[in-house]
Nanobody, 125 residues
């Protein structure tokens, strides 16, 4: 069992920035990739970004490409999502999750093994 906790959500103005953190409770013998998903009210959960265990591979949804950056600090068991140039449509609950899969499987939420509780991001226009 891996427990994940997200930090850094809150209120930002359009054009502003926030950084989300996803901390894992412990190291594991399984090398997990980490992804960020979000769910806005009345909408389905959608993929935002993912990073491989090594950190050498990253994936982004088209809607956030060029604005969001995912990174990891393996020494701290933490993955970050730097969100710049925020838009009102980025408003959602953001979840981090870990997956033992790789490649394009990381774009689909059903391929993730453990999830955090979510953190609210609200962008005012």
């Amino acid at each position: 069992q891996v427990q994940l906790v997200e930090f850094g959500g809150g209120l930002a103005q359009a054009g502003g920035s926030l950084r989300l953190s996803c901390a894992a409770s412990r190291r594991t013998t399984v090398t997990y990739a980490t992804g960020w998903f979000r769910q806005a009210p009345g909408k389905e959960r959608e993929f935002v970004a993912a990073i491989t265990w090594s950190g050498r591979g990253t994936y982004y949804a088209d809607s956030v490409k060029g604005r969001f950056t995912i990174s990891r600090d393996s020494a701290k068991n933490t993955v970050y999502l730097q969100m710049n140039s925020l838009k009102a449509e980025d408003t959602a609950v953001y979840y981090c999750a870990v997956s033992s899969d790789s490649g394009s499987y990381l774009l689909r939420d059903q391929n993730y093994n453990y999830w955090g509780q979510g953190t609210q991001v609200t962008v005012s226009s």
